[in-house]
C-alpha cells in the first residue's frame, strides 16, 4: 500500500516531458538576452534533475540487494552518457551562455527522457 501510495504520488507530482520542455522553450521565447536563456535551461535542468533523483530513490525502493546494484551502476553509465552527449552536441562555435545555454537544453531534454522511463518502470505491475 505503501509503495502504491508512493507510485501516484510520483506520477501526480511530475508533468510530461512535453510540458516541461514547452514551458522551457516558453521562457526562453521570453529571455531578453544570453543570461535570460542560460538561466531558464539552468531551471529547467534544475528541476529535472531533482524529479530524476527523487525517481530514481523511488525505483531503488522496488528492488532486490542485487537488482539495486545492476540499477546503480546503469544509472551512473548513463549519467556519463548524457554528460558526454550534451558535451558533444554543442556547436564548436558557440561561446560561453550560448554554449552554456545549449548544453543546459539538451541535458534538461535527456534527464525527462529518463525520468519518464523511471515513471513508467513505477507504474508497471
Given at each position: ?57 523511488a525505483v531503488l525502493e522496488t528492488q532486490t540487494a ?20 550534451c558535451v558533444q552536441f554543442m556547436a564548436a562555435e ?32
Amino acid at each position: 500500500m505503501k509503495l502504491l501510495c508512493l507510485v501516484l504520488v510520483i506520477l501526480l507530482s511530475f508533468p510530461v516531458a512535453a510540458t516541461e520542455l514547452s514551458e522551457m522553450d516558453t521562457c526562453l521565447g521570453q529571455a531578453k538576452g544570453l543570461a535570460q536563456m542560460k538561466a531558464c535551461t539552468l531551471n529547467a535542468f534544475k528541476q529535472a534533475d531533482q524529479s530524476l533523483n527523487f525517481l530514481y530513490r523511488a525505483v531503488l525502493e522496488t528492488q532486490t540487494a542485487t537488482q539495486k546494484k545492476r540499477f546503480g551502476t546503469a544509472q551512473q553509465a548513463w549519467l556519463k552518457y548524457r554528460d558526454s552527449y550534451c558535451v558533444q552536441f554543442m556547436a564548436a562555435e558557440l561561446k560561453g551562455d550560448e554554449q552554456i545555454t545549449l548544453k543546459y537544453r539538451c541535458l534538461t531534454k535527456l534527464t525527462l527522457e529518463r525520468n519518464e522511463h523511471f515513471s513508467e518502470l513505477l507504474s508497471s505491475p
